[in-house]
């Protein structure tokens, strides 16, 4: 099946400083997330983005699929940035399946 | 965005019970679901997935009689862990596609599972 690194694994940034969280896959994909867990394990989808770049205010993701990675920007860290980043693809073989990527714990700190 | 809603948050049950989990689409159809399980400190594993109207499929190593999927409706997919115990404590979550067969993927809340 696909495989999913992410990397850094772990990550501590100083309050109000900008990261670059990296998400690399192994084979073509349909779709790719990126999803934030809080602390209580709760999954926040941040990003739908098989192609391309998007912002969301401090966030932004870009991928580039015929490369087989995606990136997340983090600017002006906040503590409630804090948590685990996954991204999760779904491969391009006609099964469906999600495959989620190890996962980048971030902490930032004030 | 699309809602899922997954019930209980939290369960503790005593070794042997069986537990029931429910994963509800509030706000659309979904013909597709899918159920992963989370380790502590972990990423999420897909455990099976939930197919309206038909049987579930699991994937490797997870255990079909031990973990029984039920997709009876386009809102509802149940998932029971039967006979459990303290190894299968763990964070089930639930997600479905919005589309009808692919799209942005939702998730529940999940279900924090504790076997004593």
């Known amino acids: 099946g696909i495989q999913v690194e992410q990397s850094p694994p772990d990550l501590i940034l100083q309050e109000g400083a900008n990261s670059t969280l990296r998400c690399n896959f192994s084979d073509s994909v349909n779709n790719l997330q990126w999803f934030h867990q809080n602390p209580w394990g709760q999954l926040i989808n941040l990003f739908y983005i098989p192609s391309g770049t998007k912002q969301n205010g401090r966030l932004s993701a870009t991928t580039v699929a015929t490369e087989r990675y995606s990136l997340l920007y983090i600017s002006s860290s906040q503590t409630t940035d804090s948590g685990v980043y996954f991204c999760a693809v779904e491969g391009s073989g006609g099964y469906q399946k999600v495959t989620f990527g190890t996962g980048t714990k971030l902490q930032v700190i004030p | 965005g699309a809602v899922v809603s997954q019930h209980p948050s939290w369960v503790i049950c005593k070794s042997g019970t069986s537990v029931k989990i429910e994963c509800r689409s509030l706000?659309?159809?979904?013909?597709?679901m899918f159920w992963y399980r989370q380790f502590p400190k972990q990423s999420l594993m897909l455990m099976a997935t939930s197919n309206e109207g038909s049987k579930a499929t699991y994937e490797q190593g997870v255990e079909k009689d031990k973990f029984l999927i039920n997709h009876a409706s386009l809102t509802l997919s149940t998932l029971t862990v039967t006979s459990a115990h303290p190894e299968d404590s763990s964070f089930y979550i639930c997600?479905?596609?919005?589309?009808?067969?692919?799209?942005?993927?939702?998730f529940g809340e999940g279900s924090r599972l504790t076997v004593l």
């Open positions: 997600s479905a596609w919005t589309g009808v067969n692919t799209g942005e993927l939702f």
């Open positions: 706000d659309f159809q979904a013909t597709t």
